[in-house]
């Protein structure tokens, strides 16, 4: 792209997320928002009133794809439309920057890969954990083998209920839109896949929930580690951060982050025997959050590289909620694939 030239984008989908995107792409110089869609056009209407966006405004993603020609998609809708929003896009000749959770299913998700294989544009999934200073600090002490041989991360959970945005309509909240977050920063943290896993989902007596708002899984992991991921929506008392509270135990140390704080904490025992506690503090100084990860998708999609967030590497993570599903429906052990 000459650097002149602005990537003009078409976002879809209003809701509560856009208002983590929209701050970001008015304030890109490489960005032109050139058009917004909503079913619900009242919203449309709100958010490029309240970001101070001149563009037209859509009902139908694919009228406003065949006449704006935007560059770039930016999907925010449901996760049940991700598959064929970013289909119809990529095969229009878009770039895709989505939402998570790639999607519903596996034969979904595989499509859109095989989607953005076939027309050669990009596909990214955003995953905003990756871009915090404490899942940084983990990954870091993890890669230079502070912990030693890993052998257990336990992540966990317990926070309110989030009935926004059509979660309460989900037979499986817990695993079908919140646990991704965990699963892919265990992944990043860990640089390795999951191989299988055994999942148990249930929806606690008066949960507010209508689906499973609750469940853990244990996987095993490429490294030989296991990962174990323990979430109860909906319980108001002595909540975690959404982004779950970690603990990484290796045969030389043990690390936690407690998912609020900025730094790690590690103990490691001493040549003379005694155990030291030290901060981790990563050199890490990227920027957070969304407007982290939308930055690498531009930046990534401008260098021609195939970025953190493309759907090749976030299927990774999006396949082991499949196979979490799966798990809970045969009541037993299943391979992630
Ligand atoms: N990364 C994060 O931290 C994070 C946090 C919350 C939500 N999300 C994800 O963002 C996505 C949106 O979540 P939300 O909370 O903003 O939901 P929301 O319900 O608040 O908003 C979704 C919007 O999409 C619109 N929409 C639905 N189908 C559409 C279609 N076919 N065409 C055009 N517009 C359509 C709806 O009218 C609504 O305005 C989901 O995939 C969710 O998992 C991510």
């Known amino acids: 792209m000459d650097n002149k030239m602005k990537y003009r984008v078409l976002v879809v989908g209003c809701g509560t997320i856009s208002h983590e995107w929209f701050p970001v792409l008015k304030k890109r110089p490489d960005c032109e928002i050139c058009g917004v869609v909503d079913i619900n056009?009242?919203?449309?209407?709100?958010?490029?009133?309240?970001?101070?966006?001149?563009?037209?405004?859509?009902?139908?993603?694919?009228?406003?794809?065949?006449?704006?020609?935007?560059?770039?998609?930016?999907?925010?809708?449901?996760?049940?439309?991700?598959?064929?929003?970013?289909?119809?896009?990529?095969?229009?000749?878009?770039?895709?920057f989505g939402e998570k959770p790639m999607a519903m299913n596996r034969e979904d998700a595989l499509d859109m890969l095989k989607t953005a294989k076939e027309t050669g544009k990009f596909y990214d999934v955003l995953q905003n954990r990756r871009f915090l200073t404490g899942v940084r600090e983990m990954k870091e002490a993890i890669r230079n083998g502070m912990l030693g041989d890993i052998w257990m991360t336990c992540c966990e959970i317990y926070v309110n209920a989030d009935l926004s945005g059509g979660r309460n309509s989900l037979t499986h909240p817990m695993l079908q839109d919140q646990a991704i977050h965990s699963f892919d920063t265990a992944r990043?943290?860990?640089?390795?896949?999951?191989?299988?896993?055994?999942?148990?989902?249930?929806n606690p007596k008066g949960s507010p929930y209508n689906g499973d708002g609750s469940g853990a899984c244990i996987f095993e992991m490429q490294d030989g580690s296991v990962l174990v991921f323990n979430a109860v929506m909906?319980?108001?008392?002595?909540?975690?951060?959404?982004?779950?509270?970690?603990r990484v135990i290796g045969n030389r140390g043990t690390m936690t982050w407690n998912g609020f704080d900025d730094h790690a904490v590690c103990e490691l025992m001493k040549e003379d025997?005694?155990?030291?506690?030290?901060?981790?503090?990563?050199?890490?100084?990227?920027?957070?959050?969304?407007?982290?990860a939308i930055d690498e998708m531009f930046t990534d999609l401008t260098a021609g590289v195939i970025s953190e967030g493309?759907?090749?590497?976030?299927?990774?993570?999006?396949?082991?909620?499949?196979?979490?599903?799966?798990?809970?429906?045969?009541?037993?052990?299943?391979e992630v694939k």
């Open 41 to 96: 056009p009242e919203a449309a209407k709100e958010r490029t009133a309240t970001y101070e966006v001149e563009c037209p405004i859509y009902e139908d993603y694919k009228i406003a794809i065949d006449e704006l020609k935007p560059d770039v998609v930016v999907d925010l809708t449901f996760p049940k439309c991700h598959h064929d929003i970013t289909v119809y896009a990529l095969r229009s000749g878009c770039h895709v």
């Open 188 to 202: 990043f943290i860990l640089g390795c896949d999951a191989t299988t896993v055994y999942a148990h989902s249930y």
């Open 234 to 246: 909906g319980t108001s008392f002595l909540k975690t951060a959404w982004h779950s509270q970690w």
């Open 273 to 292: 025997g005694t155990i030291e506690r030290t901060n981790i503090e990563a050199n890490w100084k990227g920027i957070a959050w969304h407007e982290g």
């Open 310 to 334: 493309s759907c090749y590497n976030n299927y990774g993570s999006v396949a082991m909620e499949f196979a979490a599903l799966e798990s809970v429906a045969a009541g037993a052990k299943v």
